[in-house]
């Protein structure tokens, strides 16, 4: 799969040790920043990682900050993209299943690599279900962006 991945300065390391583990296991990962640790702000990586998505650049996206929240709220601002925080792997897989997430946020400061690992591992794992009450409810969240 191709993803995109971006984080701010608090994201850095995690997302560096997650787009090595993925591309392992054979996924194409454009890494959209930041390159170091010096202090960034997070709503460019965020919005950088959404823009792949929405574009079709990529399949799925995944932003990294210190709690996640800010990433997700940015992210969220872009039309079509459909960001969730997930610190554990039912919401990572849930989200996809019912709510057809495509990027994921995570919190640096929040969870730890090999969980971390784990959630994107379900994350990438899911699908959306396409149940009609899934796709009834997202047109509603959809209509909601104007």
Do not use: W
Not at 59 to 82: D, F, H, Q, T
């Amino acid at each position: 799969m191709r993803i995109a991945m971006g984080a701010d300065h608090a994201g850095y390391a995690l997302k560096e040790r997650l787009a090595a583990a993925l591309r392992q296991e054979g996924h194409e990962v454009l890494d959209l920043g930041t390159h170091g640790p010096q202090p960034v702000d997070y709503p460019d990586y965020a919005a950088a990682v959404a823009r792949a998505v929405q574009q079709g650049q990529v399949e799925r996206g995944v932003v990294v900050c210190g709690s996640g929240i800010g990433a997700c709220v940015a992210a969220n601002k872009l039309r079509g993209i459909r960001a969730g925080l997930a610190h554990d792997t039912y919401s990572a897989h849930q989200g996809v299943e019912h709510d057809d997430v495509n990027v994921l946020c995570l919190g640096s400061r929040v969870i730890g690599e090999a969980l971390a690992l784990e959630v994107l591992r379900a994350f990438l794992g899911a699908r959306f279900s396409g149940e009609e009450r899934h796709r009834r409810r997202l047109a509603k969240v959809a209509a909601l962006e104007g």
